[in-house]
Structure formats: structure tokens, C-alpha cells
């Protein structure tokens, strides 16, 4: 045979093609059925709203260096900081993970060939360009100010800005985050390959499992609760209209019945990057696998119960408060678990402090105080003094921030190597992992100082004495966005220059790590036939600590 | 231009997609995902109801009223026809298993009728209201000019005694606005002390002797927004209706060319399993909003 | 399942919706408040249940399938409960005079 035919052939020698090279043709990545093609342009989409993102994010801080509001008017602070939210909220953190990396790994993790409905996974990465396209087309023509929770009657009523267009986007992203759920529950549950049972599954996979039932269960409201604003928007008569006997409280019940298992979308699959790295770079089996894995479906679960925490001064009964307070003291065991696990996963491992794993304990301090603060505000007697300040601001970036994001960028960096077949430079990654966790420390932790000071959120302009702590924190935010910015650096420069990653860079014992770098489009050459546990590190799988310091591990 | 990963010839069964290794998964996978399509379109519906449970328990009264001018007899006439469809419908199915092409064809046409049926009824009913002012957005509704003359008479008797059994009578309405003149349920519950607190608080001002007295736009209001849960949920269903019927349309081709038999039939299955979905949604719109006031006019 | 018991399922569908038509023109509450919806209900979720189990084929489905269905009551359950306790208790009460 000639070697055209020795390309395309794959058996009786090694295949050449890997994903990223079967087809080169705009054509055949844009419509493209492999989820790993479809993981790849999420990231670049992804990022790309996580830039937009993050300018709206320099201008909050650039504002707020001075006490006045000078950089931009009130009006102007308005819409910045609703569109920082729903651009990081809706266009980056819910997708982030589960459409790049869970798209990528889950059919790899289990054994499968592609996930169980690769058109639906299309069709879902369709939906989402089309709606964050509207949604961009809307920020361009004027943006919303309402702040990225909508409330009516201001919403419904009062606003004069693009609410419907945004509204649109945001409604039709909605689709695209629900048929990725559905796609992951189907796949997990038919497509496992021989021998991959439920709980020999890497948590990694039941961290998404979860998420997709709360993406399943929740995203439907939200989106019927955007029909229901846009119908009264454009009516003039609705159900959230007091002067008409509607109630406005009811349009937070049912924004909030989605918004919050939404925070759970937004740190659940984080938590299962975590526990793949926590458990690989100690070399040691995770502690307390059924745990962790139950305490996932457990937050999805209890998340449903709990959203009424975001209204306690909003007019909800007391009796209600009192009720979602307690829930939300229970909601918080599962996660707090899952940190105890991880602690004594890493207790008497054989820790290396690559990039990942950086990121992975930067991530168990920082969700740990955002955890913390998040029972704070759980408390109803505290909630009222910190409702709506500075407080809630930090609270909720360090959960979402300092646990997603970091465990985002720990997942990007860990499987780099996997789905690009390149080395990053590990010195530039741990130097921004660093980076990262000092300026976000720098920038959020004077903003919980500056809550319970009394600074209000969502304001342009504030009391001379806030100031020294806002200096800070937009320092500290300088400082996250140089650390932010350098791995987009290093790891486009990997592409062109890394070093080839061999299948098995770091010697760990998952099933995408016994397939090459990058894979080939079937994910493997022979379907795998599972007979091993979950993180074997022991000798019998060759994954222990002896055997991987014998065979050298290809670093930059 | 996939990888082959053997020179054998490998035999696919027709329809068998390429991540899968056999019909069977692909059926339970197929199975599965529709369920949970049809999981998060019931909790799409659920926020509707949540919003309907939430102001019929505040305004019962009002409800009651709106729902008496909406005509049980068109609803429950689209309640059989759907009823019917979904018999159809699973006949199909059945057929489809048989490998039946004639009868499929047959069974998917008149489930087709019926859905289409259906939305006539729907226009009917939704034209019926567009001429009386019961579409919730004003300059929505018929308009109707004021007569000369006419304006007072219509003016002067109090919104309680309007007789709550004589059909609707056409009331100027230069606007197209939502026109409501009708409290007696109000005025009958006020009287037996059957007000629940958020009507009494919503209904009632005070007269010149301090009375509490029913006010006409108050309770209008109210009924309003009974008209626009009505409105919407009604609308929301008819929409799914409309997907369903562009689903049958796809089906119908597909089985006309014998697609489906016993070996294949998952398409089939799985549309009517959106079918029944839409059948059953109108299952629970039928009695909630049509017939949640009768018996205060009936009587016992 | 064979046509005879199909047309079983139509015919108590049928029933069910003329005996929901019936039972909304008596006056029931007078036994208490609430019982007419209550049978409106009960005909309704009634009726669910055999097209679900009949016509959708749950009866003969895998327990996932199962579960989905129930599970997906329950989860609307809990947006009515958790949505109503508020409105129930807000001091004005919503069933009370």
C-alpha cells in the first residue's frame, strides 16, 4: 500500500490520524459530529466570552477606584455590571466545563466511541453561538441595565434598555445548556463501555452527571420566566404588576427556582475536576469515592430547595425565610464532604506540585471561605445586615471564581497535553497559577471587609472611606488579570512549540490517559474492556509512585 | 472519512448510527433522551402552573368569573378530539411495530386531522374572545365603536348586578381594551364571607358610608389576569400542538416510504411520546381553567 | 398491547373527561373548601397515569423511565410547595377570611 493508504488505514499499524487531523476543511468542523471537535470550539468560543467578560470586569474596578462616579455614570455602571453578569454567568461559567471539558472527556472516560447524541451536541453548540451572538448584537445596540437578575417591576416595566434581545439570548443559550445535560445523562447511562460500572466511573463523570439533572430540571423555568417578562413587556399587563394585583416576588420565586441549582451548574463540575486532580497528583486512590460521588447528587438535588435564600428582604414570608435558611445550613454538608475527602485524599500521598495541582489547593482554600461566607449569608439574622453589599459580591466570587475558575483553568491545563498533544511550559503555569491566587485574594477579600463596612453592591459611587480597600482590591485585580491572561499565552505558544506529550505524560491511571495525545476520532484503537477500579495507583496497575519515577515523564 | 479499525466488512443495520454497537442501546439511549426532553418540558409547563396555582389561590373569585365566560363546550370538545388523537397516535406505533405502512399512514393522517382539529377549535375560541374584549392587552381586542347614546346606559348598572348566566353583550370599546363588567361571583362571595383576605384587601374600596363596596376595575383587573394565564398557557400549548403537527408531517413522509418496521420503529415511538406529552398538558388545562367555577353557577 | 386494550384506555379516557365536566357542575365545597378542585384533580392525574402508562408505554418500560416520570411530579411539587408556603404565610393568609 502506498502511503496515502497507510495514513488512512488504522489497523495493522499505528494510526495517524487523531481527532484533530481527520479533516481539515472548514466544512468538516463545522459540522463536525466528533465531540472533541465540538469541545475545541466551545473553548474558543468560551473564551472569547470570558475576555468580554472580563473588560466589563476592568471597568467595574477602574470605576471603583475613586469614590466618585467619574470613569462612567451611574446609568452607564448600570448596564456594565449586569452584562459582567451575564456574560460570566450565562455565556461562560454554565457552559465553561461541561461543554469543554466534559463534552471532550466523558465519552473518552467511559469508554465510548462519541457521546449517545453527537447531533444534539451540534445542534447545541448552534444554539449557543445563536444565542450569545444575540445576545452580543443586543450589548452592542445599547445593552440591559436591570442587573443580570432581571427583577421585574423594574424589568417588566421601568427599563428602557434592549431587556427583550438580551432576554432572547439569553433564553435560547438555555436550550443549548439543556440538551448538553440530556445528551450526558443519556451517555452516561448507555454507553458506559464492558466493565465500566457505576462505581468504578471517574467522579469526574458523576460530578456531571449531577449537573446535567440540574441542568435538565431548572433551565426549563428559567427560560419560562423570561417568556413571562417579555410577554408583560410587551403587553403592558402581567402577572408581576402590583398596581394590577400581580406580584412581583412571584417573578423572583420562579428566576431564583433555576438561579440557584444555576450556582450549583456553576461549581459541581468544577468539584469534579477537582477530585480528578486531587486524587492524581497525590498518587493515591480518592477517599471516600461513594461519598463523593452521593454528596454530588446531593447538592443537585437539595439545590432545588434552597432558593429562597435570595430573597429574605425581598417581601417573602418570614416563616418561608426561616424554612430556605434552614435548607440552606443542610445544603452546605454535602460540599463540605467533599473538601473533608479531598484533605484526606492528599493526607500520606505522594503529592506533585504540578500546575493542576496548584490550582486544585488554591481551590480548597478559596471555596472553603466562600463556602463559609455563603453560610453567613444563609443565617437569616446576619443576611439582613449584609444583604445586597459588598458581602454577597465577595461571597459569590469566591465560590464562583475561586472555585470554577480555578478548577476550570486546572482542568485546561491538566488535559492540555490530552486534547492538543502538547506540553505547556510548567514553569509560566505555576508562575500564573500564582499569580491568579494572590491578585484574586487581593482583589475579593477587602471586598468582604468593605460588606459588612455597609458598601452597597451595584453602586457607581461611594462613601470616601471605601476607598483604601477599593485601591486594593482593583490592584488585586490587575494582578488576576495578568495571571488570566498568561495562559492563553503559553498555551497557544505550546501548540506551535511544546514538546509532544506522550498518552501518559503524568503516569496516572485513568481510562483518557490509555489513548494517545491528541486521540484519534473513535477515541480508541481497541474499545477498552474495563477490569480495573477507579484511581488504581496500586503496583498491579503499574501506576505507583516506583514505576512512574522510572519511566520519564515528559516535561517542558 | 471515518478510521476503519478492521478490513472486515462489518454489517450495520440500517439506521444503526455509528457510536453505537447495537440497535438496542441505541433504542434505550433514544428512549432515554426523550424522556428527559419531556422531563424539562414539564418543568417548562410547571412554571406556568406554579404562576396559575399561585394567583387562583389569592383570587378565586375572579378566576371563577373568567373562567364561566370561557365555553366548556369548545374544551371539552378539544379534550375528546386529543383524546382521540392520542389513540391514534398509539395505534401508529403499534402499526409501525408491525411493519403496517397502510395503516401507519392511515393513523398518522387522521391523528394529523385531529391536531389540526384542534387548533381550529382554538382560533374559534381565541376569535371569540378578540370580539368580546377578553384578550388581556389593550388595543388587542375588537374595536368596537361607541354609539351615540349608548355610552350611559352601560355605564350606570353596578358591576354586581350584571346577570352572571346571560351570554356576553357587546360593549362599545373604541380601544380595543379588555372589557369586564361582570363581579357577581365578588358581590355572591362577599355576601357569604367566602373573600379570601388577598380579595378582600384587592376587590374592595370604601363607599360614602364607609361600607366596603366591590370596585369594578379592581375585579377587572383581577380577571385579567386570569384571561392572560389563560392566554398563555393556552398559546404555549397550541404552539407545542403546532411542533407536533410539523413532527407528524416529517413521520408521515418517512413511513409513507416503509421506513419503519419491526426492526425500526424508535421515530415513531418517540413522537408519540411528544404526542401524549401534548395530550396530557391539555389533560390538566381543560379542568383548571375552564371548569374551575362552574358549580357556582350550576349550583348544588 | 393489543388494539382491544388500546381502545379500553380511550374509553376510560372518555369517561374520565365526562365525568370531570359532571363533577365541576356540583357544588362540592360545601363539604369543604377546595373539594371540587380536588376531584378535578384526582379525575386529571387519573387520566395521566393510563396515557402514561398505557399509550407512552411506562408500564412496560425500564425503572429509569420510572423514575423520570416521578421524579419530574416531584420536582414540580416542590416549585408549587416552596413557592405556596410563602403565600401562605404572609399574615394575610390566603385561605382564611
Given at each position: 500500500m502506498n502511503a496515502q493508504e497507510a495514513i488512512s488505514t488504522g489497523y495493522g499499524g499505528a494510526a495517524k490520524l487523531n481527532y484533530l487531523t481527520n479533516g481539515t476543511t472548514l466544512k468538516s468542523w463545522l459540522l463536525t459530529k466528533d465531540h472533541k471537535r465540538i469541545a475545541i470550539m466551545y473553548l474558543v468560543t468560551v473564551s472569547a466570552f470570558f475576555l468580554m467578560g472580563g473588560l466589563y470586569a476592568a471597568t467595574i474596578r477602574l470605576e471603583l477606584l475613586t469614590p466618585a462616579s467619574d470613569l462612567v455614570e451611574s446609568g452607564t455602571y448600570n448596564k456594565v455590571f449586569t452584562q459582567h453578569g451575564i456574560l460570566m454567568i450565562f455565556f461562560f461559567l454554565i457552559p465553561s466545563i461541561p461543554a469543554i471539558l466534559g463534552n471532550f472527556l466523558i465519552p473518552i472516560m467511559i469508554g465510548a466511541k462519541d457521546l449517545a447524541l453527537p447531533r444534539v451536541n451540534l445542534i447545541s453548540l448552534y444554539i449557543y453561538w445563536l444565542g450569545g451572538g444575540l445576545t452580543l448584537f443586543a450589548l452592542m445596540q445599547g445593552g440591559v441595565d436591570t442587573g443580570w437578575t432581571f427583577y421585574a417591576p423594574y424589568s417588566t416595566t421601568f427599563s428602557n434598555s434592549f431587556v427583550m434581545l438580551v432576554g432572547l439570548g439569553i433564553f435560547i443559550n438555555g436550550f443549548s445548556s439543556i440538551l448538553t445535560g440530556l445528551n450526558f445523562i443519556v451517555t452516561i447511562h448507555t454507553m458506559r463501555a464492558p466493565g465500566m460500572t457505576w462505581f468504578r466511573l471517574p467522579l469526574f463523570v458523576w460530578a456531571h452527571y449531577a449537573v446535567s439533572l440540574v441542568m435538565v430540571l431548572g433551565t426549563p423555568v428559567v427560560a419560562i420566566t423570561i417568556l413571562l417578562l417579555a410577554i408583560e413587556r410587551v403587553g403592558h399587563v402581567g402577572i408581576f404588576d402590583p398596581t394590577i394585583g400581580g406580584d412581583p416576588i412571584l417573578f423572583q420565586h420562579l428566576f431564583w427556582f433555576y438561579s440557584h441549582p444555576a450556582v450549583y451548574i456553576m461549581i459541581l463540575p468544577g468539584m469534579g475536576v477537582i477530585s480528578e486532580l486531587i486524587s492524581n497528583f497525590s498518587r493515591k486512590k480518592i477517599f471516600g469515592y461513594e461519598f463523593i460521588a452521593f454528596s454530588s447528587i446531593a447538592i443537585a438535588v437539595f439545590g432545588f430547595l434552597v432558593w429562597g435564600h435570595h430573597m429574605f428582604v425581598s417581601g417573602q414570608s418570614i416563616y418561608a425565610g426561616m424554612v430556605f435558611s434552614f435548607l440552606t445550613m443542610v445544603v452546605a454538608v454535602p460540599s463540605a464532604i467533599k473538601m473533608f475527602n479531598w484533605t484526606a485524599t492528599m493526607y500520606k500521598g505522594s503529592i506533585s506540585y504540578d500546575t493542576p495541582m496548584l490550582y486544585a489547593i488554591g481551590f480548597m482554600g478559596l471555596f472553603l471561605i466562600g463556602g463559609l461566607t455563603g453560610l453567613f449569608l444563609g443565617a437569616i439574622g446576619l443576611t439582613v445586615h449584609l444583604t445586597d453589599t459588598y458581602f454577597v459580591v465577595a461571597h459569590f466570587h469566591y465560590v464562583m471564581v475561586g472555585g470554577q475558575v480555578i478548577a476550570y483553568l486546572g482542568g485546561i491545563h491538566y488535559w492540555w497535553p490530552k486534547m492538543t498533544g502538547k506540553m505547556y511550559s510548567e514553569f509560566w503555569g505555576k508562575i500564573s497559577a500564582m499569580l491568579v491566587f494572590v491578585g484574586f485574594n487581593l482583589t475579593f477579600f477587602p471586598q468582604f471587609i468593605l460588606g459588612y463596612q455597609g458598601m452597597p453592591r451595584r453602586y457607581a459611587s461611594y462613601p470616601e472611606e471605601f476607598q483604601v480597600l477599593n485601591i486594593f482590591s482593583t490592584a488585586g485585580a490587575s494582578v488576576l488579570g495578568i495571571g488570566l491572561l498568561m495562559p492563553a499565552v503559553y498555551l497557544m505558544h505550546s501548540l506551535f512549540f511544546g514538546k509532544a506529550a506522550g498518552d501518559n505524560p503524568y503516569m496516572h491511571p485513568g481510562l483518557e490517559w490509555r489513548t494517545s495525545s491528541p486521540p484519534p476520532t473513535e477515541n480508541f484503537e481497541v474499545m477498552p474492556v474495563v477490569t480495573w477500579e477507579a484511581y488504581e495507583f496500586g503496583e498491579e496497575s503499574g501506576m505507583d509512585l516506583e514505576a512512574a519515577k522510572q519511566r520519564e515523564a515528559v516535561t517542558a | 472519512m471515518s478510521s476503519h479499525y478492521s478490513d472486515k466488512f462489518v454489517y450495520h443495520e440500517p439506521?444503526?448510527?455509528?457510536?453505537?454497537?447495537d440497535m438496542g442501546q441505541q433504542e434505550e439511549s433514544v428512549s432515554i433522551g426523550m424522556w428527559f426532553f419531556l422531563v424539562q418540558e414539564i418543568m417548562f409547563f410547571g412554571g406556568l402552573f406554579t404562576a396559575y396555582l399561585v394567583f387562583r389561590s389569592k383570587y378565586p373569585m375572579a378566576f371563577a368569573a373568567g373562567s364561566n365566560h370561557l365555553d366548556a363546550f369548545w374544551g371539552g370538545l378539544n379534550t375528546l378530539v386529543l383524546i382521540v388523537s392520542s389513540l391514534t397516535m398509539a395505534l401508529t406505533v403499534y402499526y409501525a411495530q408491525k411493519g403496517n405502512r397502510n395503516m401507519q399512514v392511515i393513523l398518522i393522517v387522521l391523528t394529523m386531522i385531529f391536531g389540526a382539529t384542534f387548533l381550529g377549535v382554538k382560533a374559534i375560541e381565541y376569535t371569540d374572545k378578540y370580539n368580546h374584549g377578553l384578550i388581556p392587552v389593550a388595543g388587542l381586542n375588537k374595536k368596537v365603536k361607541a354609539e351615540a347614546g349608548a355610552e350611559h346606559s352601560a355605564a350606570e348598572k353596578p358591576c354586581w348586578e350584571v346577570d352572571h348566566n346571560a351570554p356576553p353583550v357587546e360593549h362599545p370599546n373604541p380601544h380595543g381594551e379588555f372589557i369586564w363588567t361582570d363581579c357577581s361571583l365578588a358581590k355572591m362571595a362577599l355576601d357569604e364571607n367566602i373573600l379570601t383576605a388577598s380579595e378582600k384587601n384587592q376587590y374592595l374600596v370604601r363607599d360614602e358610608n364607609n361600607k366596603p363596596v366591590i370596585d369594578a376595575n379592581k375585579f377587572r383587573d383581577k380577571v385579567r389576569i386570569f384571561f392572560f394565564l389563560y392566554f398563555v398557557m393556552t398559546g404555549l400549548h397550541a404552539l407545542h400542538m403546532i411542533v407536533g403537527l410539523g413532527l407528524m408531517t416529517w413521520l408521515l413522509w418517512s413511513a409513507f416510504k416503509y421506513k419503519y418496521n419491526g426492526d425500526y420503529y424508535m421515530p415513531v415511538e418517540m413522537s408519540g411520546l411528544y404526542w401524549h406529552f401534548v395530550d396530557i398538558v391539555w389533560i390538566f388545562l381543560f379542568p383548571l381553567l375552564y371548569l374551575l367555577g362552574r358549580h357556582f353557577i350550576h349550583g348544588g | 398491547m393489543s388494539i382491544v386494550k388500546y381502545l379500553l384506555v380511550f374509553g376510560l379516557l372518555v369517561f374520565g373527561t365526562i365525568a370531570t365536566y359532571v363533577a365541576a357542575t356540583v357544588d362540592m365545597d360545601r363539604f369543604f373548601v377546595g373539594a371540587n378542585t380536588l376531584v378535578a384533580l384526582f379525575i386529571a392525574f387519573t387520566k395521566m397515569t393510563f396515557v402514561m402508562l398505557f399509550f407512552m408505554h411506562v408500564y412496560w418500560s425500564k425503572r429509569l423511565i420510572w423514575l423520570a416520570a416521578v421524579a419530574s411530579f416531584f420536582w414540580l411539587a416542590i416549585m408549587f410547595a416552596y413557592t405556596m408556603q410563602d403565600y401562605l404565610t404572609r399574615g394575610s393568609g390566603v385561605f382564611s377570611s
Open positions: - | 439506521g444503526l448510527q455509528h457510536q453505537f454497537d | -
